[in-house]
């Protein structure tokens, strides 16, 4: 069976930033084309079957995405440090609602309203991957059939 959009795939993945620390090193189960996974490493992983592997590098833009298309937000001033002057293009290291860590890059200062670009901290690196499949299977598997799960068909 091969990588396809719906398919549950497992497989073990080894990621790295390009000249830096380790990411992940473990075994990750995901639907293919779910978005919980890489979308280059996703697009790598298509068509394969299960044995294959892969190794290369991810493009910035294919690994945790162009900061440009992240998604902006809406904060009052008040929530910035007051000793610091805000200005559009700096940064900030902050934590999100889900505790992941966020990069908040200012876009635009309107008085008391700033608006900043929610960036993965990642957004900018290359990103060298391993990748092995270990197995591709449908999503659910079918229903079982009375008699194989020992129900008396007479309740």
């Not at 290291?93 to 990069?103: K, Y």
Request: charged letters at 35%; glycine letters at 10%; hydrophobic letters at 35%.
């Amino acid at each position: 069976m091969k990588i396809e959009k719906g398919k549950r795939v497992r497989v073990r993945v080894h990621l790295a930033v390009v000249g830096g620390d380790t990411l992940e090193k473990s075994v990750v189960e995901y639907i293919q084309g779910s978005g919980k996974m890489l979308p280059g490493l996703e697009r790598v992983l298509e068509g394969l079957e299960k044995g294959a592997k892969r190794d290369g590098v991810l493009k910035a833009k294919d690994a945790f995405g162009d900061p440009s298309m992240h998604p902006v937000k809406k904060m009052p001033r008040g929530e910035f440090p007051k000793e610091v002057k805000i200005q559009k293009g700096e940064r900030f290291a902050a934590t999100g609602l889900n505790g992941q860590n966020v990069i908040l890059e200012i876009e635009k200062i309107d008085g008391d309203e700033v608006d900043v670009r929610l960036v993965h901290p990642l957004a900018k690196k290359d990103i060298k991957f391993e990748a092995e499949v270990l197995s591709v299977t449908d999503p659910a598997p079918p229903p079982m059939p009375a008699q194989a799960l020992e129900l008396d068909e007479d309740s």
